[in-house]
């Protein structure tokens, strides 16, 4: 019997759904999507009235943080790149285009040279950004950008949820 193939899209919903934690979604979602992707690191977080709420990775470290204010030591870049986010849409951020502050020193170490992200919706407001980081400058283009839109459409809720569940 031929195995049917699957789409990015339904490979994300699979392995997210099957996922107990936020911890464990995220871990599955980069090896889930590594045959669509060039994908070395997978993280979400999520903000409400301008404090940072969750954030998770894949390495499977899972944390709650309360009080970071979204804005703390943000550029003019970054305040670029969230804005797209907050109109519903994806973005593509090489680390030596974008003037990112603080926030590139662990990507850096890390050795990461790109990312895209993607909002995380709940119904129609913007509360969070899925993204996915790659150390190689030019492993994500257009296209997945806009893949990855569609992804993070298809899991934001469970994610969200797994989060949720996180912070009890």
Known sequence: MAQRAIDPVGAAEH??????TA???????????????????V????????????AAT??????????????????DDVTKIVSTLLLG?????????YDIGLLALPLEQEGIAVA???PVMDGEVVVGALAAAARDPDAFTDDD????????????AR??????????
Not at 15 to 20: K, L
Not at 23 to 41: K, N, Q, T
């Open 89 to 97: 849409r994806g973005i593509r951020v090489r680390l030596d285009e």
């Open 15 to 20: 392995v997210v759904h099957a996922a107990r």
């Open 43 to 54: 993280s979400i977080v999520t903000f409400r009235d301008e404090e940072v709420v969750f």
């Open 145 to 156: 950008v806009a893949v990855f839109e569609r992804i993070a459409r298809a899991v934001g």
């Open 23 to 41: 911890g464990e979604a995220i871990s599955a979602l980069r090896g889930g999507l590594r045959p669509f992707l060039p994908i070395d690191v």
């Open 159 to 168: 994610l969200l949820e797994l989060l949720e569940t996180a912070k009890d």
């Open 58 to 75: 894949s390495d499977d470290s899972v944390f709650y943080r309360t009080g970071t204010q979204v804005g703390y030591g943000i550029t």
């Open 116 to 118: 895209i992200a993607a």
